[in-house]
């Protein structure tokens, strides 16, 4: 089975194309964010590059964040217009669950961490069973204090994603023994989105088109700046 996925919650902008067990290949950008603007022209490089026609992929996966709203939006209606357009099956997985699986098989608890600005962090904790990645809390976004106190001192903790340069100090001294992904790990990449995807579209799940919604988590910045003109509460 052959799939393309498409990874744009993040700054960076990532597609791939995996074929079974063997990712055929990949495009990330991580400069200067134009989803919009690159991300056709680098799914159509990368088909032209491998020589593949788009009625030769068998299905499509996005991720479905937590993330950038304008990049989720971008990325996930890219995807369903191509699999509307080639009546392939599609399917979304977060953008954590794939930063996780960059860490195949640590032992202890990996965290990945998205800067949500204003000392907040999109959020998730996993450990792996075997072969199997399991989430073992909530999607989160919660601030940086909030996920130290979270954490246990006494169970090996490793953080990946763009946020841990950010709070890298921060996690350091709280948590004791911590370790952190290399910088090429840090990236939001869709090989590890499409391997996750791939493995589901194999067992036979797919999502509609008419319903599948990225994960928010919370408000966008015009509904936040709206529920501040009306006099609303807003406890996100």
């Known amino acids: ?18 074929e079974d067990e063997r990712l055929l ?44 709203f304008t990049g989720l939006r971008i990325g996930m209606s890219t995807i369903k217009g191509l699999c509307f357009g080639s009546q392939k099956p599609f399917i979304s997985v977060s953008t954590l669950d ?3 699986y960059n860490l195949a098989y640590s032992g202890g608890i ?3 961490i998205l800067d949500a600005l204003r000392n907040n962090v999109y959020t998730a904790l996993y450990k ?18 909030e996920l130290v106190s979270t954490l246990s001192q006494e169970e090996k903790v490793c953080f990946i994603g763009d946020g841990t340069a950010k709070f890298k100090n921060i996690l350091k001294e709280s948590i004791p023994g911590s370790c952190f992904a290399p910088a090429h790990l840090n990236l939001a990449r869709a090989s590890a989105l499409g391997e996750l995807g791939l493995k589901l579209l194999k067992d036979g799940l ?5 319903t599948s919604t990225p994960i928010y988590l919370r408000k966008s910045q015009a509904e936040r700046e709206y529920d501040k003109k009306m006099g609303l509460v807003d406890n996100e």
């Open 128 to 145: 792996f069973k075997g072969e199997e990645l399991v989430r073992v809390s909530d999607y989160m976004v919660i601030s940086i204090d």
């Open 25 to 68: 290949g990949e495009i990330t950008f991580n400069f200067e964010k134009q989803h919009s603007v690159i991300l056709m022209t680098s799914v159509d490089s990368l088909l032209s590059s491998l020589h593949i026609d788009i009625s030769s992929i068998d299905g499509f996966v996005s991720s479905k964040g937590p993330g950038s």
């Open 206 to 210: 797919s999502e509609d088109l008419n």
């Open 110 to 112: 990996i965290c990945p």
């Open 98 to 100: 794939a930063l996780a």
């Open 1 to 18: 089975m052959r799939v393309l996925s498409i990874d744009t919650a993040t700054e960076a902008a990532s597609c791939a194309v995996i």
